[in-house]
T-cell receptor
């Protein structure tokens, strides 16, 4: 089954404790991205990757890191989480066709609480 | 900077009614527009993708139109059912590759 998976689905942690949220897709997609969703603010892009070893900042990259060492994986790293990073996080992927980007497929989400 | 607006923010209709959800965007230089559905606490499910060169897309009871020059899209849902209750999000993709989302329309279909 074609899908985007995220782990963990739920996480409660404390300020300053490094964490990684994994994202994996099995559709051989070049493009992957991370979003956060907050009430009243909607979905905002954190980072994206056009292909292996190519990453770039989205709208709200502060406090986050990413890496793209393999095509299928795009982990999101919070080196020193803070309470304002409490949010619902989504990973997404899509295939590229020249300048046109096909539909994006989203993972089930990771609900993160930072105390 | 691209901004996406969805009106209304919430909509409640009786079962069986045909309805229209609206999406507007400020910058017409887009590659595509995508409509999603989100159930409470769940991820996003892609409903329809309209490329910038297209005017509409259909899937079952759903029809989405795109008027790029006026910066508008509509999602038409025919013969609504209680199972259609969800939040509907539209998102546009421009030259920066990212999706810019509206804040969604929360739809409730009453039996």
């Amino acid at each position: 089954e074609a899908q985007v998976t995220q782990n963990p689905r739920y996480l409660i942690t404390v300020t300053g404790k490094k964490l990684t949220v994994t994202c994996s897709q099995n559709m051989n997609h070049e493009y992957m991205s991370w979003y956060r969703q907050d009430p009243g603010l909607g979905l905002r892009q954190i980072y994206y990757s056009m292909n292996v070893e190519v990453t770039d900042k989205g709208d709200v990259p502060e406090g986050y890191k990413v890496s793209r060492k393999e095509k299928r994986n795009f982990p999101l790293i919070l080196e020193s989480p803070s309470p304002n990073q409490t949010s619902l996080y989504f990973c997404a992927s899509s295939s590229n066709t020249g300048s046109f980007y096909n539909e994006q497929f989203f993972g089930p989400g990771t609900r993160l609480t930072v105390l | 900077k691209q901004e996406v607006t969805q009106i209304p923010a919430a909509l409640s209709v009786p079962e069986g009614e045909n309805l229209v959800l609206n999406c507007s965007f400020t910058d017409s230089a887009i590659y595509n527009l995508q409509w999603f559905r989100q159930d409470p606490g769940k991820g996003l499910t892609s409903l329809l993708l309209i490329q910038s060169s297209q005017r509409e897309q259909t899937s079952g009871r759903l029809n989405a139109s795109l008027d790029k020059s006026s910066g508008r899209s509509t999602l038409y849902i025919a013969a609504s059912q209680p199972g259609d209750s969800a939040t509907y999000l539209c998102a546009v993709q421009g030259g920066s590759e990212k999706l810019v989302f509206g804040k969604g329309t929360k739809l409730t279909v009453n039996p």
